[in-house]
């Protein structure tokens, strides 16, 4: 098995687009803001230069991060999975019932960097998604959520 972490197809195409975009029209804004706030004469009072440069300096940052993951991850394209068991593996769409309350949550699992609760993606390395892992359609599990233990049913089963 590999030891380089996974990541989806869709998660490193979406990321790949951020990269392009901060090492694009991003930078070149910035550059530019730069430049103005330097016309504008003394550098060691001029906030606007310092914030240019701090944005710059976080431009800069998130491109070298995005490079790493996107280098260093294992892509997974999902839609070519072969899951004839029927198990949840990574990259599996879940739809689960909350048994008590009988509220409907759908979740993808995904890579750590291309997770996104408020999109419905939770890492492979999440208490969730550790706990659906291996577990089939129709199974009910116990989750430890910090306000407490929930049980889940598993609804459905996708790879998309």
Known sequence: MS???????????????ELEHMKGPKRQAIIAAVAEARAHGDLK???????AREEHG????????????????????????NVA????????IVDLIDVDT??????QIVGDVEADIKKGLIAV????ARALIGK????????????????????????V
């Open 45 to 51: 009072e001029n906030a606007e230069y310092h914030a």
């Open 125 to 128: 390395s999440s208490p969730i």
């Open 58 to 81: 976080f431009n800069e940052g998130r491109i070298a991060e995005l490079e790493a993951a996107l280098s260093n991850s294992e892509i997974i394209d999902t839609e070519r999975l």
């Open 136 to 159: 089939s359609e129709g199974d009910e599990f116990d989750f430890t959520a910090p306000n407490g233990v929930k049980t889940y049913s598993i609804e459905k089963v996708r790879y």
């Open 85 to 92: 068991s029927g198990r949840i593996v990574f990259g599996a």
């Open 3 to 17: 030891s380089r972490p996974p990541m989806t197809q869709k998660g490193a195409d979406r990321l790949r687009g």
């Open 102 to 107: 009988d509220t409907a949550v759908t979740y």
